[in-house]
């Protein structure tokens, strides 16, 4: 299972970066000032691409099968 936070500060939050979306898991999820746990069950390793709701500013996460096999 995948669990990440995304730790919004007073005054961060603006109407283009105030929620995430992860597609390949169809997830949507508006983002408050705090702490903002993110949770989804990949199938497979790999990169899972997430951005803003618009998609203008994007990241990624890194799945992989066990911790000791990143660099």
């Known amino acids: 299972p995948v669990r990440f936070n995304i730790k919004a500060s007073e005054g961060s939050l603006n109407s283009c970066n105030d929620a995430v979306q992860i597609p ?3 997830i949507q999820k508006p983002l408050t ?3 903002n746990w993110i949770e989804f069950v990949p199938d497979q390793v790999g990169v899972v691409p997430f951005s803003c709701w618009m998609g203008m500013i994007r990241s990624e996460i890194l799945v992989v099968d ?3 096999n990143t660099k």
């Open 66 to 68: 066990s911790l000791s």
């Open 24 to 26: 390949a898991f169809n």
């Open 33 to 35: 000032v705090g702490d």
